[in-house]
Every structure is written in structure tokens, then in C-alpha cells.
């Protein structure tokens, strides 16, 4: 676990972009809790932490595919899939696991 934000630099309904192991990872914050998936979109590579969060669905800023930040799988389209990562919060830090949890199936693109 690496260390990637103050606590209090992400407020509920917030979401930030960090870095830890070289790699760009959201993390938001749902009912208190700390969630984080892959920055990118396997769309088309958009920065899912810019996007909007509406309870634990986020929209990707660019074409609006949408996922459920708690398990990586896509609201819409339905097939598609995002990597999660394991976080903690402790001693007033958010503390994200760099190495992606295993996909919860295959992503298979929907469709062009
Ligand atoms: S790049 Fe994310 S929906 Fe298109």
C-alpha cells in the first residue's frame, strides 16, 4: 500500500487522480468510503477521474461509459470492465494497493 492522498483532501462525492507504482488511479469517496479504480478508459483511454459521480457509478468525461467503482464492472455498456484497487484509510491518509485487483471477467469491447 503507498500513501497517495491526505484524508481530507477527498471529501464525500469527491474524486482525485494519484499516482503510485507509475500508475494513474481515481480514487473517489462513496458513503465515506475510499474506492479506486484504473485511470483510464478502455473505451477510448479517458480520465475516469475527471468524470461525474452519481452514488457509486462513474462517468467517463469523453463518451459517458459508466462503472461501478466498487467492482470495475460497467454499468453501461454492460460488457465492458475497469481494474480496482485495494485502499485504506489509516491515520489520516489514503493508502491505495498500486497493483490492480484481477478483472472480474475478460474485458470484451461491445461493440464499435
Ligand atoms: S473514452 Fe471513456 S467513454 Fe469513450
Not at 15 to 37: F, K, L, N
Not at 56 to 74: S, T
Request: hydrophobic share 40%; glycine share 16%.
Amino acid at each position: 500500500m503507498i500513501a497517495v492522498l491526505p484524508s481530507g483532501g477527498l471529501p464525500e462525492g469527491g474524486r482525485a487522480v494519484v499516482v503510485a507504482g507509475g500508475r494513474e488511479i481515481a480514487v473517489v469517496r462513496v458513503e465515506g468510503r475510499v474506492y479506486a479504480v484504473g485511470n483510464s478508459c478502455p473505451h477510448r483511454g479517458g480520465p475516469l477521474g475527471k468524470g461525474d459521480l452519481s452514488g457509486h457509478h462513474l462517468y467517463c468525461p469523453l463518451h459517458a461509459w459508466c462503472f461501478d467503482v466498487r467492482n470495475g464492472l460497467g454499468f453501461f455498456p454492460p460488457g465492458a470492465r475497469i481494474a480496482t484497487h485495494l485502499t485504506e484509510e489509516r491515520d489520516g491518509q489514503i493508502f491505495v494497493d498500486p497493483v490492480a485487483q484481477p478483472l472480474a471477467n475478460d474485458f470484451e469491447p461491445p461493440g464499435p
